[in-house]
């Protein structure tokens, strides 16, 4: 241990002998430096290839930033988009909503207007039981029959000239039917009620200004 290093120092042939025992363990300097130029060289190839994966790295970062970008853009124009048909939605749903509110207005009114119309129904068939009652009445009036057929007799010139005047005009009653109709049927009313009883027949035709009748202002014509 101590004089071996210093022969190794001094003597070639211990130095040559020392290399060739050693040879089969350690690669020599020949050897080591064709390694580490491989190594070297891989390593070159190693950076230059990731040199290339970065560059094309980069290149995908900045085609999906400029993707990303117009992404955006594209988001931020649909928002918007949808912002104005949110809109347009809550327009449409104000709109709708007042369209309801009418539609139960109207239809209230025609709930109301039917109740009228019922009502007035009922009234109308009690009118028809109290005319009825009224028609058994005279019917069972056998102790005035003379005196009715007396008048009837003294108005039979009267009724004459009015069915002559009938006949005269029948033929002009087609388009107006409902006008002459009714005129007719209210003279031959007015002619039997007033003569033989003590009733009147009138025609009223006002402007309802509160709307009792049809819920609104309009012109009312009553025949009682």
């Known amino acids: 241990m101590q004089e071996l290093p210093a022969l190794i120092e001094t003597d ?11 040879q089969k363990y350690f690669a020599g300097r020949s050897e080591t430096e064709s390694r580490f130029d491989r190594v070297l060289e891989e390593l070159r190839q190693m950076r230059e290839e990731q040199t ?21 853009k594209e988001i931020r124009e649909m ?5 104005e048909m949110d809109e347009r ?41 109290e005319i009825r009652e ?33 006949d005269s005009t029948i033929g ?6 409902g006008l002459h109709s009714e005129e007719t049927c209210r003279s031959a009313l007015r002619g039997i009620l007033t003569d033989f009883f003590n009733l009147e027949v009138v025609q009223v035709n006002e402007y309802d200004e509160t709307g009792e009748v049809f819920g609104r202002p309009e012109q009312i014509e009553l025949d009682l």
């Not at 928002?79 to 912002?83: A, D, F, N, Q, T």
């Open 89 to 129: 939605h809550a327009e449409i749903d104000r709109k709708w909503a007042e369209q309801i509110q009418r539609w139960e207005e109207q239809n209230r009114q025609w709930q109301e207007q039917a109740q009228r119309w019922a009502e007035n129904d009922r009234r109308w068939e009690e009118n028809q039981k």
């Open 52 to 72: 290339r994966r970065w560059e094309e790295q980069t290149q995908r970062w900045a085609e999906q930033a400029q993707r990303w970008a117009e992404n955006q």
């Open 172 to 177: 002009a009653l087609g388009a107006r039917w």
């Open 134 to 166: 009224m028609l058994r009445r005279l019917g069972e009036m056998d102790e005035r029959y003379a005196e009715f057929e007396r008048k009837w007799l003294e108005q039979a010139r009267q009724l004459d000239a009015v069915e002559r005047k009938f």
């Open 12 to 22: 070639p042939e211990v130095q040559r002998l020392t290399l060739q025992l050693t």
């Open 79 to 83: 928002l918007r988009r949808l912002g």
